[in-house]
């Protein structure tokens, strides 16, 4: 028996990316996996590939913003299953563009998912693991919550302030029994930023860089969050671009805004659009 069989998980976001691969594997290793996902063709369409390998899945379509949604997810599956053993955050959107560009839609459009979606996810499950005395909740982060990220500001907000709730809600667990980790990938080879909005920058331009700095797949990154889940670790980076970049954010925090400032003026040369841009036009 593996350490993940005949385990109850939650999955959101699992439509791509990283929560598709998480999804697969977790059902490869024998957990019942409960995913769900804004796109109704995307996460239909993983379901369909986990049931077609044997495996156990229930595929559900909604909008992690959604609090009532979230909850009900949250409660069917303690219905069904008695319990839940993990719940991953992990949906997330990104907008790219500098801070003075966007819009105070913008704003809330990444808070509302990246931030409000771990909180919804935390809220709803996180009393009845405390309950049970037992569970796992890991929050999809990113190295941009470790780092100072230009150009993606509110995605960086948002990331920086899952690792905080993330840390808290880890000692407060604790001593109920409920362990709680943040996943901080570096770059992974998602769709995740090709598919997000761009204000007042060349989408092409502004992602070359990103898409040429070494990276892992959807499926390399799932068997490493696994293998720090498994270690209960608090913080779980993803690539060791991450564990380098996070490793001088502590040593060097001088030293890190310098190197941020570096790429933000290389991505606002090569990516920046017009100098006079108003974003509510």
Same mark, same amino acid.
């Given at each position: ?17 990283? +929560? ?22 995307? #996460?239909?369409?993983?379901? &369909? ?6 495996? &156990?899945?229930?595929?559900?379509? *909604? ?12 409660? !069917? ?23 003075? !560009? ?23 499950? %996180?009393?009845? =693991? ?7 909740? /890991? ?6 919550? *470790? ?6 500001? $509110? ?40 598919? $997000? ?27 490493? /969050? ?8 608090? #913080? /779980? ?9 996070? %490793? ?8 890190? =805004? ?12 090569? +990516? ?5 841009? !108003?974003?509510?036009?």
């Amino acid at each position: 028996m593996g350490f993940f069989s005949g385990k109850v998980a939650i999955i959101t976001g699992a439509g791509s990316g990283i +929560g598709r691969a998480l999804s697969r594997e977790l059902a490869r290793r024998g957990s019942h996996v409960v995913i769900s996902d804004i796109n109704k063709e995307r #996460i239909e369409s993983v379901g &369909k590939q986990i049931e077609e390998s044997g495996d &156990k899945v229930t595929t559900l379509t *909604l909008n992690v913003s959604d609090y009532e949604a979230v909850k009900k997810m949250v409660d !069917d599956t303690v219905a069904e299953h008695g319990r839940i053993d993990y719940i991953f955050n992990n949906a997330g959107i990104a907008v790219g563009g500098e801070a003075r !560009d966007l819009t105070i839609k913008d704003w809330h459009d990444v808070l509302d998912v990246n931030l409000y979606g771990v909180i919804n996810g935390v809220a709803t499950a %996180y009393p009845i =693991m405390a309950k049970q005395g037992f569970g796992h909740i /890991i929050n999809t982060a990113s190295i941009e919550g *470790l780092a100072p990220f230009p150009g993606t500001i $509110s995605y960086v907000a948002s990331k920086y302030a899952v690792v905080g709730l993330s840390n808290s809600l880890r000692i407060e667990g604790a001593r109920l029994g409920v362990k709680v980790s943040a996943v901080c990938p570096g770059y992974i080879k998602t769709a995740i930023f090709e598919e $997000s909005k761009m204000v007042n920058m060349d989408r092409e331009r502004a992602l070359d860089a990103m898409t040429k700095a070494p990276g892992f797949t959807p499926e390399e990154c799932a068997n490493v /969050i696994l293998k720090g889940v498994e270690r209960n670790k608090a #913080i /779980i980076p993803v690539h060791w671009v991450a564990y380098l970049l996070w %490793y001088i954010a502590r040593l060097s925090p001088r030293l890190i =805004m310098f190197l941020m400032r570096v790429f933000g003026e290389r991505m606002a040369k090569e +990516g920046r659009l017009e100098e006079d841009f !108003d974003p509510g036009s």
